[in-house]
């Protein structure tokens, strides 16, 4: 299976700390990208990583990639209560274009206040 | 700009009936993609519609089965529902791959929550 698998599973943090989650990735990819739900909702896009790329930021995200490793980490600064939620990785296909997204089963995120 | 949306948000069946569920994309999407995501997992892949053929397809058996109409809207039916079908269905769109203006990402709809007694 090509699924991306987070980790951790959980993370528990306070308002103001930062986050880091990881993903890692079994087969060769064109890009990687990260996604949050909030409870029970639709998935929201956060960031997307191209293949040749290495690091990429988004306002409080900084998302590194790792093709060597097949892994990427999403770090979340200066968290913020709003910030909880899941967050899954998703992997396309490097021999397809046509765009389908194989996901893990996510990290939950909880900030307190 | 309208985004993703779906219908219905929630709906209770009893084993063994069918369901159907809708979903119009975001304005100027041409690309429909559902997805399962059961309690607890991530989302998985159930199949992609484009130019109103399935044009890629995960591992679900036959009893799911969708469709794409001419305004790019598509339905998702199941057939022969069991309790495993409990789950909340998610369709996201995108532009097609061949316009040269797909960016990978997918946009999502709030998603049908789907209960089986």
């Known amino acids: 299976s090509q699924q991306g698998e987070e980790d951790p599973q959980a993370l528990s943090i306070q308002e103001g700390e930062n986050a880091t989650m990881n993903c890692s990735y079994k087969?060769?990819?064109?890009?990687l990208q990260w996604y949050r739900q909030n409870s029970g909702r639709g998935l929201v896009h956060l960031i997307l990583?191209?293949?040749?790329?290495r690091e990429k930021h988004s306002g409080r995200l900084r998302v590194t990639l790792d093709t060597s490793k097949k892994s990427s980490s999403l770090l979340i600064t200066a968290s913020r209560a709003a910030d909880t939620a899941s967050y899954f990785c998703?992997?396309?296909?490097?021999?397809?274009?046509?765009?389908?997204?194989?996901f893990g089963r996510g990290t939950q995120l909880t900030v307190w206040p | 700009d309208a985004g993703v949306t779906q219908s219905p948000t929630h709906l209770i069946k009893t084993r063994g009936q069918q369901v159907t569920l809708r979903c119009s994309p975001k304005?100027?999407?041409?690309?429909v993609s559902w997805y399962q995501q059961a309690l607890g997992q991530g989302p998985q892949f159930i199949f992609q519609?484009?130019?109103?053929?399935?044009?890629q397809r995960g591992n679900f058996p036959d009893r799911f089965s969708g469709h794409q109409f001419p305004n790019y809207s598509s339905e998702l039916n199941v057939n022969a529902l069991w309790l495993g079908d409990s789950a909340l269905y998610l369709c996201?769109?995108?532009?097609?791959?061949?316009?040269?203006?797909?960016?990978?990402?997918?946009?999502f709809g709030e998603g049908s929550r789907l209960t089986v007694l």
């Open positions: 996201a769109s995108s532009l097609g791959f061949t316009s040269g203006r797909n960016t990978g990402e997918l946009f």
């Open positions: 087969t060769s990819i064109n890009n």
């Open positions: 990583i191209r293949s040749n790329e």
């Open positions: 998703a992997t396309d296909d490097r021999g397809s274009t046509l765009g389908r997204l194989y």
């Open positions: 304005s100027g999407h041409d690309t």
């Open positions: 519609y484009y130019e109103e053929e399935e044009r």
